[in-house]
């Protein structure tokens, strides 16, 4: 469901009133900040956690906003560099962002203080995550984070691997090396359909490239299982395949 964010009560009002329609996730971006609203670790949010938690519905940060006035349609780039590898640029960099939003989620404590909240971060790929899981708490322990936060009594990457979903679509790599580091619970397999990097005609190729090197437990938490326990989604009543 989008959420009228702009007006907390409104939001938190209508969180209710779409679960009560059946919907199973919340939209929402992991940079409100560039829109002049608080940061993500500012109290002003805590209702919308508390309301998610409240409904039992994970929260999608999605990383695009609506605004293409800057990056993905930017004539000066086209000029400088060609259209077409302007749109790869853009279009892959846009993942990049997922990884710089995932660290104020790590580090702005509203994993630890909301322990039910669940966060989604879509069309993000996944090849990121293992850097992002040292590199904070790398940075977390020379910085003594706890002395200031006392709140984080684990690792950024513990939160990160209890609360924190993500996507993949298009890798090969990461599907097929980093799924342990990452979690085979928390990765889920996506088309990414209709954007222009998506999957299309060569989806089946795509999933055979990526995990038919997993054994069947796997293949079937990242092609459905994680999905279908995220979004409360029923088993399907005919073969699926997801074995082979």
Same mark, same amino acid.
């Given at each position: 469901?989008?959420?009228?964010?702009?007006?907390?009560?409104?939001?938190?009002?209508?969180?209710?009133? %779409?679960?009560? $329609?059946?919907?199973?996730?919340?939209?929402f971006m992991g940079a409100p900040q560039d829109f002049g609203f608080p940061f993500l670790g500012d109290s002003h949010w805590e209702p919308l956690?508390?309301?998610?938690?409240?409904?039992?519905l994970p929260l999608s940060l999605h990383i695009g906003t609506g605004d293409f006035s800057d990056e993905l349609v930017n004539p000066k780039r086209f000029a400088a560099h060609g259209i077409t590898p302007s749109?790869?640029?853009?279009?892959? %960099?846009?993942? $990049?962002?997922?990884?710089?939003?995932?660290l104020d989620v790590a580090m702005s404590g509203i994993l630890p203080r909301n322990p039910h909240l669940r966060v989604v971060s879509v069309e993000s790929g996944i090849g990121w995550i293992p850097f992002v899981h040292e590199a904070l708490d790398h940075g977390s322990q020379y910085a003594n984070v706890?002395?200031?936060?006392?709140?984080?009594?684990?690792?950024?990457?513990?939160?990160?691997?209890?609360?924190?979903?993500?996507?993949?679509?298009?890798?090969?790599?990461?599907?097929?090396?980093?799924?342990?580091v990452i979690g085979a619970d928390r990765i889920m397999f996506e088309t990414d359909y209709p954007h222009p990097v998506c999957l299309y005609g060569n989806v089946r190729?795509?999933?055979?490239?990526?995990?038919?090197?997993h054994p069947e437990e796997v293949r079937r938490k990242v092609l459905f299982d994680n999905a279908a326990g995220l979004y409360d989604v029923p088993a399907p009543d005919r073969p699926t395949g997801l074995g082979a």
């Open positions: 469901m989008a959420i009228p964010f702009w007006d907390l009560e409104a939001a938190v009002a209508e969180i209710h009133r %779409g679960r009560d $329609l059946g919907h199973k996730a919340i939209l956690w508390k309301a998610a938690q409240d409904v039992d749109i790869v640029t853009q279009s892959m %960099g846009v993942l $990049l962002h997922n990884a710089i939003q995932m706890r002395a200031e936060k006392p709140e984080f009594e684990k690792k950024p990457s513990e939160y990160i691997r209890e609360q924190v979903w993500a996507c993949t679509f298009f890798e090969e790599f990461a599907p097929q090396k980093l799924v342990e190729e795509k999933i055979d490239a990526a995990v038919s090197c």
